[in-house]
């Protein structure tokens, strides 16, 4: 394993930075435990969980290859991530008043309903693997991942949403107070904007 813990937890925290920008999955999240209590959230919570595995793996292996074939690929992708973080982030902040739309498709009721709803919200969300692509050389040195690399890349990839959204489902009455408070939601996404504005600022020289 080449991996080092300080470049594996600079990816769990930008996964965690990440988690804490609201979306569908949280409206997705906060609806199903209203309608079933958490036995309807945790199914969402996984599909999403194994969506993130896939793109971050894809990524992990499309992108070393492309490292590995073509000179100078790690800069310029490298550029790519700290540019992706600073839009995210300055993207957040501008829409921090706006509000969280919700999706009824993924709120209908049942486990596997709640899974492919949650694999759904991810794997059609371009967002998704344009973060995975950008995150991962921003991160990693491509070009020297092995598999046990992969696998730790992967594995860290499912734990921190699944813990997240997770978390979220099961303390829903305080989330359920942030996402109804317009001046909550603002401060959270004032603050996950700058976080992420951060991450893309630091990233070139990591």
């Known amino acids: 394993m ?17 988690f804490l920008t609201p979306g569908p999955v949280w409206v997705a999240l906060v609806a199903r435990v209203l309608a079933g209590g958490f036995a309807q959230a945790w199914p969402l919570a ?7 595995i896939f793109w971050a793996v894809l ?5 070393g290859w492309v ?8 800069l310029v992708l490298r ?7 600073i839009w995210l982030g300055v993207t957040i902040i501008r829409s921090a008043d706006a509000g969280i739309s919700g999706d009824r498709r993924l709120t209908r009721p049942g486990v596997w309903a709640g899974f492919v709803a949650g694999l ?3 794997l059609s969300n ?9 995150v991962l050389p921003g991160f990693f040195d491509l070009t020297r991942l092995t598999l046990p690399d992969v696998v730790a890349i992967g594995v860290a990839s499912f734990v921190v949403p699944l813990v997240g959204n997770l978390g979220l489902a099961f303390f829903i009455d305080r989330a359920r107070s942030l996402l109804s408070s317009p001046q909550s939601l603002k401060r959270m996404n004032l ?16």
Do not use: R
Request: aromatic share 12%; charged share 5%.
């Open 79 to 85: 550029a790519i991530a700290a540019l992706f973080f």
């Open 191 to 206: 603050a996950a904007g700058s976080l992420l504005i951060l991450v893309g600022l630091v990233i070139p020289f990591a």
């Open 2 to 18: 080449t991996l080092t813990v300080a470049e594996l937890g600079f990816y769990i925290l930008g996964l965690f930075i990440l």
């Open 126 to 134: 371009p967002k998704a693997i344009l973060f995975y692509m950008g």
């Open 67 to 74: 490292a590995s074939s073509i000179g100078g690929a790690m």
């Open 59 to 63: 990524a992990a292996l499309g992108m």
């Open 46 to 52: 996984m599909g999403v969980a194994i969506g993130d």
């Open 120 to 122: 759904i919200v991810i």
